[in-house]
């Protein structure tokens, strides 16, 4: 009796099974996509500044420093380092940029790099895969050694680095993201100080 009431009670079960798969039911409607609204109310309750977020790579950030004023309405100070940002090298034309012999002692090879680009642009340009995380001079993963003996900045232009001290740049060190060649040089990629 047992085995005929356990076979009848998994025959049914069976059946129920299949009979509600094969059953039509109502279609489930999908809810419309109400992510642009969520991020609209959030924008809404974020009260408006403005000061910018200095240098932040969130989705909205800034990407202006801190205190930055916008073309037109420098004054004091602000002209002076506004008229010093102006003289970046990479805005020299480049049919008029000088090129020096670089040699990129690590990856074997000596490339010829205009004065309006970079060492890391440059080795980049190469297809080498060299060390780089801001591309601001504000770390030192694209660090490297001019191995030619003396003060780095005689042999590059570091437009914008913040990371290195003299010390540092009298030991030949640089920072390959934000370093223009102003001379023949040797580097020696992946050297920090």
Known sequence: MVETLGIAVGAFLTLAVVALHFARG???????????????????????????????????????????????????????AEAEVDDDPA????????????????EGSTIEVKEN???????????????????EGQCVSCAGHITNGGNSEDYVEHHTQSMLGEAE?????????????????????RETP
Do not use: H
């Open 26 to 80: 109502t279609e489930y409607a999908t809810p419309d996509d109400i992510s642009q609204e969520v991020l609209e109310r959030r924008a809404e309750s974020v009260p408006e500044t403005d000061f910018p977020e200095p240098m932040n790579r969130s989705i909205g950030g800034g990407g202006v420093a801190a205190g930055a004023v916008a073309e037109g309405e420098a004054e004091g100070e602000l002209a002076e």
């Open 117 to 135: 680009t970079t060492l890391l642009e440059a080795g980049e340009e190469q297809d080498w895969d060299l060390p780089y995380a801001c591309r």
């Open 169 to 189: 740049l009298d030991d030949g060190y640089t920072l390959t993201c934000v370093a223009y060649p102003v001379a023949d040089l040797s580097l020696e990629t």
């Open 91 to 106: 805005a020299i034309p480049d049919d008029e940029a000088e090129v020096f012999e670089v040699e990129y002692v690590k």
